[in-house]
């Protein structure tokens, strides 16, 4: 995604959250990103719905409280 489409999305207010994914984090929220002069502030710094969506849903998953539709965890 370059970033003058992110930068555009923010200007026009269709930016609404932003996060990343790892195996030890799961899910990251981003609350603000720098580039250049521009400083963009997203979601007030709070996790967005669908990074909350997704955490529940992995780590949910990771400790057997949501049903492991593709058979990711294997018990040692």
């Known amino acids: 995604l370059p970033i ?3 930068c555009e999305a ?7 959250e932003m ?3 790892g195996t030890a984090a799961i899910i990251s929220p981003v609350g603000e990103l ?3 002069d521009k400083v963009m502030n997203i979601n007030d710094g709070e996790i ?3 990074a909350q969506m997704l955490y529940d849903k992995i780590y949910g998953t990771q400790i057997g409280m ?3 539709e593709f ?3 294997v018990p040692v």
């Not at 923010?10 to 609404?16: L, T």
């Open 48 to 50: 967005g719905p669908i």
């Open 10 to 16: 923010y200007d026009n207010g269709d930016f609404k």
């Open 71 to 73: 058979g990711w965890v």
């Open 4 to 6: 003058d489409e992110v």
């Open 34 to 36: 720098r580039y250049k």
């Open 66 to 68: 949501v049903d492991d």
């Open 19 to 21: 996060f990343a994914s």
